[in-house]
């Protein structure tokens, strides 16, 4: 029932106002000039239609613009978007453009449901952790940000408004009349530039309310809740009656006060309006002007209102400017005899530089604007208030001059769906191409919006970044592969155990490679490991198997190489005569890859001389090819067969004897790894680990490497392929995780097996749904084996070496000599005189999502584990010397659980 027009509404709850204050839910209030209190209640705005939005006299079509990245982008981009966007403004010459920026409190609840969603089977620990990131998500005030265009379409009829309120022809008769209009209107929103669609349901409702309340908090929409596209004073009473303004006479700032949920809860707002602007280089030297305010760490609303001019009312304009500067040059040396101000003559070059342009120029890139620019900021306290309004005064000097104006409440009425501008001041006439250089929209967007809560992003804004890693491989339909690349220090491993230990808790099973033995410390949290958690005994979900104690034959080079899978390839084959071929042409191909694996280890068991020796590789070659090459062959037949051959033969044969009797060569002879793996089903995840495992150093030449820095290579690839096939026995369709670190000691192992590892991981990747996390010092080693094409997503940690910084840029897709290379090198930043750790380790971060490129979104990211202190430790590999471990108590109390592959099975 609509209300009797006599009657006050000022909200459940609310008090009418007190002598001295003006309610603001009328037109009045005017803090400054002493207007007359308005009548009725209303605001301007009377009804929505869709994107429409209608006062008493006006309509204006209302758009959403499409979030717009700027980092990483290259300047021709950056120059294209502003062309753009300027272009479409020119088109709506006659028009005056409004523009509301705002921002959405971060869904970190939706986030949280589709997060559990997505975990295929959460463990315990998986609600903890979960409940950690809301936590630690919803302290960090992150938003999203909206930009909304609104289009002015003209007057409204009288008799036709009037008669829309009793008759729906009438309605219909209104929205035929202007149809054409916002068609026209609809192409070009749409068109790059704003790449906007029409503001509908629940975008309109939280731009109207939004902006009503104004920094005062309101209620986010649930993804489920109905959306209304019509709406008339009634429906739309809910915000009006939630909310009330006021302000005191000459204050600096206006007092918005909300209702929800019974409490009420007031904010102060100050209104800035954007005074005069220099000489800004957008994209060359300064970021988009309009977007700068996304890094002040707390929201900010944006409201403008521009009009494309004619270029007959510019000439005009400048015309009767160039005649008054005449008069006042006339003045000083006709009347006064004096040599005139040399400001006159450049104005006069300047406007005659204008007529000029709107004359000759046919694009629309010249055409001029009038515009007015508010900013509002929002405390809890007036001094709160000011204070971020003197912050954002700060950011913008010396470019751009801020000020604050008298008429607070009026001002902050233009933050509403149509108000009219309170005051004409500060009109500010720039050309369409500084307009457009402001892009409201742009914003720090990386990451899907379903995975693990990584950080969040620390370059333009400050947004949640998100990663599935099985995103790619199950909906961008794209290899798994994910290089995480930096020098020692800048946090590579700590990010693969984070997303190691995310995975494990969300019933994701998989293998992680671990050549020093620090992944595997997450297995001393109970939730991991097993143990006492929350009061209840958990079971362990990860096993750690000590491979350089394995049991002789444990690294066979032909078992440690899988069959193919039929099931894989029928479901891809076309036909039954397809399917038998692949399955035919994929098993030759693995018969080839365990007799390339045997001629790679056999080789590095050979002192250097004989190793190097070409007649010694052509027999090993020759007596590999003639044994059998089954997964259950055994390296020991190759001895055998050598010593039944001649002399040469006879030498190697001793040389590889004396090998399998070493500590490591006892690995490579024998095939126990069968049983082995038999073991190792129904675990959860498998941390290989290869700690005391002496690696080469680099650039030491080979003749100088002992037996066992000999040994290393193949180690790391015979156990990277042996950790493989626990990947590829199970279900296609279900998710997997390979954990590789250290990968440019495999990729580099002699005879191209390891780079082929890293190939076939990579390749095989999309079909076996498997994120493949791969950490290396250099980006080169995933690039030199010709796997880049595979390359899903990329992390790039500090780099600061210039041969790694132009291998980074290149896994980035990104060119050379731009300046990228010192951002590579700025990456987590340590002052020189700290004494104290770096909390978070940053990254660039290319998320592999589409995009123009292919390469998705690309941003600078923080990662920090302060909210997972236990998670922390585990993963912290820096040197504590308190932490010393005391032999004299018996022992290192932080020995891990371990699986030795011996002759018991017990571990």
């Known amino acids: 029932m609509r209300r009797p027009r006599t009657e006050r509404a000022y909200g459940p709850g609310f008090e009418k106002p007190k002598p001295g204050r003006k309610s603001v839910f009328g037109r009045g209030g005017d803090d400054s000039k002493g207007a007359r209190e308005p009548r009725g209640d209303q605001w301007a705005l009377e009804e929505v239609r869709g994107h429409l939005t209608f006062t008493s006299d006006r309509i204006i079509a209302w758009y959403l613009a499409e979030p717009q990245t700027w980092s990483f982008r290259a300047h021709s981009d950056l120059e294209a978007l502003i062309t753009d966007q300027a272009s479409q403004l020119a088109d709506l010459v006659g028009n005056t453009v409004h523009g509301r920026v705002t921002t959405r409190p971060y869904p970190v609840r939706h986030w949280a449901h589709a997060a559990f969603a997505n975990a295929p089977d959460p463990q315990p620990g998986f609600e903890e952790m979960m409940a950690r990131n809301q936590a630690h998500m919803a302290a960090h005030s992150q938003a999203d940000k909206l930009v909304y265009y609104g289009v002015d379409l003209g007057r409204r009829d009288a008799t036709v408004r009037t008669l829309a309120k009793f008759s729906a022809g009438a309605a219909e008769r209104e929205m035929a009349a202007i149809s054409e209009r916002l068609d026209t209107v609809n192409r070009v929103m749409s068109r790059p530039g704003f790449s906007a669609r029409p503001a509908v349901g629940h975008d309109m409702e939280w731009m109207i309310a939004r902006s009503l309340s104004l920094g005062a908090k309101i209620p986010v929409p649930e993804p489920g809740e109905a959306q209304q596209n019509f709406l008339d004073t009634d429906d739309m009473a809910e915000w009006f009656e939630s909310v009330a303004w006021s302000a005191e006479p000459l204050a600096p700032t206006v007092q918005v006060t909300s209702s929800i949920g019974g409490r009420q809860e007031t904010s102060h707002v100050c209104v800035l309006t954007v005074s005069r602007i220099g000489d800004i280089e957008v994209p060359e030297t300064h970021a988009p002007w309009m977007a700068k305010t996304d890094a002040l760490g707390f929201p900010v609303e944006w409201s403008f209102r521009v009009e494309p001019r004619s270029p007959e009312d510019v000439s005009r304009e400048m015309a009767s400017l160039t005649r008054r500067i005449d008069g006042q040059v006339s003045h000083w040396s006709d009347d006064h005899g004096k040599r005139p101000p040399k400001q006159l003559s450049r104005q006069a070059g300047r406007a005659a530089d204008v007529e000029d342009e709107m004359r000759s120029e046919f694009t629309g890139l010249s055409t001029r604007t009038r515009g007015w620019y508010r ?71 990386v990451g899907d919006k379903r995975g693990f809560y990584l950080g969040e992003t620390s370059a333009m804004a400050s947004r949640a970044v998100l990663m599935d890693p099985w995103y790619l491989t199950e909906v961008m339909e794209q290899a798994g592969l994910i290089p995480l690349v930096g020098t020692p220090g800048s946090g590579k491993s700590t990010l693969m155990g984070v997303v190691i230990y995310m995975s494990i808790l969300s019933g994701i099973h998989g293998v992680a490679m671990d050549p020093a033995g620090r992944l595997q410390r997450l297995m001393t949290l109970p939730e991991i490991g097993g143990g006492v958690f929350n009061g209840q005994q958990a079971p362990a979900r990860a096993r750690s198997v000590d491979v350089l ?9 032909y078992a440690v190489v899988p069959d193919p899978n039929p099931e894989l390839i029928r479901a891809e084959a076309m036909s039954d005569h397809e399917f038998a071929e692949r399955l035919h042409r994929e098993r030759s191909a693995a018969v080839q890859q365990r007799r390339d694996l045997t001629v790679s280890v056999l080789r590095a068991c050979l002192p250097v001389g004989l190793a190097n020796n070409e007649e010694v590789l052509k027999r090993i070659r020759a007596r590999v090819m003639e044994a059998q090459a089954d997964r259950g062959a055994d390296t020991s037949t190759i001895v ?25 060569g006892r690995l490579f002879f024998g095939n126990d790894f069968l049983q082995s793996d038999e073991e190792l089903k129904g675990t959860p995840f498998t941390f290989y680990n290869l700690k005391g495992l002496t690696t080469p150093p680099e650039h030491v030449p080979r003749e100088e490497w002992s037996a066992e820095e000999q040994m290393a290579r193949p180690i790391m690839t015979l156990a990277a392929w042996s950790a493989l096939h626990l990947i590829y026995r199970s279900d296609p369709n279900d998710r997997k995780l390979f954990a590789l670190d250290e990968a440019h000691e495999i990729t580099q192992a002699s005879g191209g097996t390891g780079r082929a590892l890293v190939h076939k991981l990579s390749s095989d990747s999309r079909k076996n749904n498997c994120a493949a996390l791969v950490s290396t010092q250099n980006a080169s080693a995933i690039l030199g084996s010709d796997i880049n094409n595979f390359v899903g997503a990329a992390f790039v940690g500090r780099t600061q070496d210039e041969s790694a910084q132009r291998d980074a840029l290149k896994l980035l897709g990104k060119p050379e000599g731009l300046g990228y290379e010192s951002i590579l090198a700025r990456l987590s930043p340590r002052t020189r005189r700290g004494d104290e750790q770096l909390g978070y380790r940053e990254f660039i971060y290319r998320d592999g999502l589409g995009g123009d490129t292919g390469h998705g979104g690309m941003e600078i990211i923080k990662v920090t584990l302060n909210h997972h202190p236990g998670l922390q430790e585990a993963l912290n590999t820096t040197a504590d010397p308190t932490r010393r471990v005391s032999r004299a108590i018996g022992g290192d109390p932080t020995d891990l659980p371990k699986t030795e592959i011996s002759g018991d099975g017990n571990g």
């Open 640 to 664: 055998k067969m050598l010593f039944e051959g001649d002399g040469g033969d006879h030498e190697i044969g001793r040389e590889l004897a004396a090998a399998r009797e070493r500590e490591l």
């Open 375 to 445: 900013i509002a900021v929002t405390g809890r306290s007036e001094a709160e208030a000011l204070d971020k309004a003197q912050k954002v005064v700060d950011l913008y000097r010396p470019q751009i001059k801020i000020t604050r104006q008298l008429g607070q409440y009026h001002l902050a009425r233009e933050f509403v769906p149509g108000e009219p501008l309170a005051s004409t001041a500060h009109a500010r006439k720039f050309p369409v191409l500084k307009v457009a250089a402001g892009l409201p929209a742009v914003t720090a967007e």
């Open 549 to 557: 104690g394995g049991r002789p034959g444990s690294l066979s080079p």
